[in-house]
């Protein structure tokens, strides 16, 4: 949840001349979205593949011209079997909350090859009340996003795939309750994977204007869809559960600096602030315990890589088959050299399924750039 603020131009001129040309190139990469047919899967179900993970980008106007589109030629440039951006679409602060923001990032995952999935971050909905980010309500936003990113049971991408969306209405918008529709479920070689709608922000229980009203029942409906996962996956005799969603909720006392404390036996948070995730990660510890199988869960929101393993169980034994993912993600110290992503190896015949490898954009790269010949590989 680092906020950046956007840079500003001195000069409009420049400015609008970068953004016009900006919109030209992703115009003409989504093109050929409407044409692509749907994608298929013609892989056994035991044949390894690999996903690209990334999120918390863009939060500034180079991240937008450079980085993120650097990203997504690399991204493009492998045989991925789909994306998943993991949440916050700008920075935290003093960047508008607009309809213009939805639609350079909706062209920004259209232009992605393969299937592009998204799901929801705190800097593009739940702190949209901000004033420096125009001071919407957060629901309306919320809303917003639905109909700009979900309105259909199809991912985004210039290949599509169908998923399973959770089509009740249990969560509270701001006409009353609506169907959940950014919360997604798919399965591919064994593997399912689901998305869901938990933000950074305690969830939406604290910030400029706490919603306990939408956080509970949104909460419920989340919780409902992870142990529908699990069921979905022991039905389909899935090898892997991977979620994905955009908080870090902290896991225990180890990262004060990133995410809520938390006594990692009881699960409860011990900070006095308050605790919008208490309830689903009791939940997802019994759906990991039960599973016994591979479970990842993806995140972003406090943008620092890793790879570990901070669930434990009531007894305070460490849950062998749970990792914790985090993506890369703005840093603003480095900018745009930050401007990178995850590649996951997915072997289903495989003891753990996942592997992991961070993978550097060579021309983001400006602490120590690419040698020559890896930036004439990468065009």
Request: with cysteine; aromatic share 8%.
């Amino acid at each position: 949840m680092s906020i950046s603020p956007i840079e500003k131009s001195s000069c409009l001129r420049p400015r609008a001349r970068m953004l016009a040309l900006l919109a030209l190139f992703l115009a003409v990469l989504a093109t050929s979205v409407t044409l692509a047919p749907a994608w298929t899967d013609d892989r056994d179900d035991e044949e390894s593949y690999e996903i690209g993970l990334w999120g918390d980008l863009p939060y500034s106007l180079q991240q937008v011209m450079v980085g993120v589109p650097n990203l997504i030629a690399d991204m493009n440039a492998h045989r991925l079997k789909f994306t998943v951006h993991d949440g916050d679409l700008k920075a935290g602060s003093n960047s508008p909350c607009d309809d213009a923001l939805y639609a350079q990032s909706l062209n920004f995952l259209n232009s992605l090859h393969a299937p592009a999935m998204f799901t929801p971050g705190d800097n593009d909905w739940t702190d949209c009340d901000r004033p420096s980010n125009g001071g919407f309500n957060s629901r309306e936003r919320l809303d917003r996003e639905r109909q700009v990113f979900f309105s259909t049971p199809f991912s985004l991408g210039q290949h599509r795939i169908r998923q399973e969306v959770q089509t009740e209405a249990l969560c509270l918008g701001v006409k009353g309750m609506v169907p959940c529709v950014e919360n997604r479920r798919w399965t591919v070689g064994r593997v399912t994977y689901a998305t869901l709608n938990m933000p950074g922000s305690c969830n939406n229980l604290c910030d400029t204007n706490p919603d306990p009203a939408e956080f509970t029942a949104r909460n419920a409906a989340n919780i409902r869809w992870l142990q529908e996962t699990f069921a979905a996956a022991k039905l389909r005799k899935s090898v892997a559960v991977m979620l994905i969603a955009q908080a870090n909720p902290g896991w225990d006392q180890s990262d004060p600096t990133r995410a809520p404390l938390r006594d990692p036996k009881t699960l409860a948070q011990t900070d006095g602030q308050p605790d919008g995730y208490a309830t689903f990660l009791l939940a997802l510890r019994d759906e990991v315990v039960a599973f016994r199988r591979p479970v990842a869960y993806v995140h972003g929101d406090s943008h620092y890589f890793r790879v570990d393993q901070p669930f434990l169980d009531s007894q305070g034994r460490r849950l062998e088959n749970f990792t914790r993912v985090e993506t890369f993600g703005d840093n603003q110290a480095n900018d745009n050299n930050d401007a990178r992503w995850l590649k996951v190896t997915v072997d289903p015949g495989s003891r753990d399924v996942f592997s992991y490898q961070a993978v550097n954009v060579p021309a983001n790269r400006t602490a120590v750039p690419a040698p020559v010949q890896d930036e004439a590989r990468a065009r």
